[in-house]
């Protein structure tokens, strides 16, 4: 029996398409990656209005134009009107997954996750504690059985570090970068080998100067050239320096085992405060304030129990239209 069909919809932000990516690659799956770009007045509307017309599934350059999926797995809040469109248009027959809240109510979609913080209900929503992503076991494993030259030639202790930046719910101020860069120069005085990857929402005044810390220090930062070295980075590293504008790139921090070390900003999402919290009390996470931490903790990684959900629930779907035998 051919494996079922997959569309991942987002906007394209990089944060949403991982997380979707996530899954599908503990499903075994294939994707396509289609994005949606609503523009005025329609976006304005999201997620609670219909999609932008110019973008309808009839349309030969629509992202949703079919044939339709067995599976869609989106996230994103522009993206909610498309899972609606696509549910329609397909008759029922396409199975919805959204990840995060999609602040429209449980039927949404098929299945809904959410992090444990968050306070939407119903039968059709699984909630973990930590997010979707790819940062495997599997993966970790490979990178570190064989080690990107450009990182394991660097002296231990290994500190990853990422940066992330500006986002809807924080502005980095120059007290933040200020700090953020002495608590590093500490580290990296300390002999510390920083291994950096900064994000497309790092302000272009922490990224230079992140730049610069790494070549005086001997240490890695990744420009954008060569593959990227995102799970090499975490798999070789003995710390993890995060900050704390992304709740994914702590959860993909929490999978490697290593001690997370969160740079924290007083203008904090209160819902990531919340998931930062969980993390401390399953002793997974502790500040960082310019020193090393030697610490243990089982590697998180929900991602396996998401997919499993979703595989379920897309198999008593098949079921009910007759697709797939009952057993």
Known sequence: MPEPSAWILTDGKAGDEGQCLGVTDALGLAPEIRRVAPRAPSSWLMPWGPIDPREAPARAASPIAPPFPDLLVASG???VPYVRAVKRASGGR???????????????ADLIWVPDYDAIHGPNVIRTLTPPHRVSRERLAAARADP????????????????????RHLRYTDADVARFLSRLTDLARAD???MITASRRTPPGLRDALVRLAAAHGGFFWDGTGANPY???LALADAVVVTADSANMVGEAAATGAPVLLFELPQA???HRAFFEALRRRAVLRPFTGRLEAYTYEPLDSTPAVAQAVA????RHRRALG?????
């Open 94 to 108: 396409t199975f919805t997954v959204f990840l995060k809240d999609p602040r429209t109510g449980a039927g949404t």
């Open 231 to 233: 799970v090499a980075l």
């Open 312 to 315: 379920a629930h897309l198999a």
């Open 77 to 79: 809040r522009r993206a």
């Open 148 to 167: 990107d030259p450009r990182l394991a030639g660097l002296r231990r202790p290994r500190v990853g570090v990422l940066a992330g930046g500006h986002s």
């Open 269 to 271: 999402y209160a819902k």
């Open 192 to 194: 510390a080998s920083l």
């Open 323 to 327: 697709l797939i035998e009952a057993g």
